[in-house]
């Protein structure tokens, strides 16, 4: 049986370059479609990171909200 966890992140011993050709070789060996469902990935993640802000009290987090920018 497969975890939801082994699908959500690469496993440490991978390479950067290697992950980026798996995500280039998934959209079919086209950049700009691999670069276009990052973006589509990192709108859905940011919506669902504002869920959560909404949904989560301070007291929950000590106070800590948190934020789209870096620090």
Known sequence: MKYE???VRPSA?????????YIIQSNG?????AVETLLDEIEHL?????????AMGK????GWTPTIERS
Not at 13 to 20: D, G, L, R, S
Not at 46 to 54: D, M, R
């Open 13 to 21: 011993t991978e390479e950067p370059h290697e992950i980026a050709a």
């Open 29 to 33: 060996g086209d950049a700009i479609a």
């Open 5 to 7: 966890d082994e699908n």
């Open 59 to 62: 007291g929950y987090t000590r």
């Open 46 to 54: 940011q919506t669902q990171l504002s869920i959560a802000v909404a």
